[in-house]
């Protein structure tokens, strides 16, 4: 079965050199060692995004919660939402700093993503990781982030950026007619 992964993953890279052409492959693809892509068009958002693999995670469950949000979640260690927004990071950051409850730290800032701690001091409560993304796909802007509910680690935390990032049009008409 060692065989049958590999070869699933040379196919899944587009063709058997991928170094023949560098031209051809500008747009960044990130890949996931261990992740697939799933659609996510039945629930109304016209996105795939990469989340752990089924076989060894479990299958994803997907809600659309009241509020518009889009939860994925995989196993224990993997939970992340979609939703329609801004992706205002500024407001973000300007929140985290006026919290009153936690304190935050900003462990990494991309143009589009943040990836922060927060933290009720001495308070014995664990430190929680968090990160949020703006995925702009076509003319929509998607913000993503991670459960809040959830606990993750911080490598967790970065390969849900990973995925995150990962987040690609479904529409074969990306152009507004």
């Known amino acids: 079965s060692e065989m049958c992964i590999r070869d699933r993953i040379l196919t899944s890279c587009g063709g058997e050199n991928p170094t023949d052409n ?11 060692k261990g992740f697939e892509s799933i659609d996510l068009t039945e629930y109304g958002f016209n996105l795939s995004v990469m989340v752990p693999e089924a076989e060894t995670n479990g299958e994803a469950q997907v809600t659309l919660t009241e509020r518009g ?38 462990l990494n800032e991309e143009e589009n993503a943040l ?7 001495d308070s014995g409560v664990k430190t929680q990781n968090h990160f949020f993304y703006k995925a702009v796909v076509g003319t929509d802007v998607y913000e993503v982030r991670d459960i809040m509910e959830g606990e993750y680690g911080s490598s967790m935390i970065e390969k849900m950026l990973q995925a995150a990032k990962s987040i690609k049009s479904t529409s074969v008409t990306d152009v507004a007619a």
């Open 69 to 106: 949000a889009l939860e994925i979640l995989v196993g224990d260690g993997f939970g992340m939402e979609i939703m329609y927004g801004e992706g205002d990071i500024a407001l973000l950051k300007a929140d985290l700093q006026e919290d009153l409850v936690f304190k935050s730290e900003i």
């Open 115 to 121: 990836i922060y701690t927060q933290d009720i001091p």
């Open 22 to 32: 560098p031209d051809e492959n500008t747009e960044e693809v990130v890949q996931l």
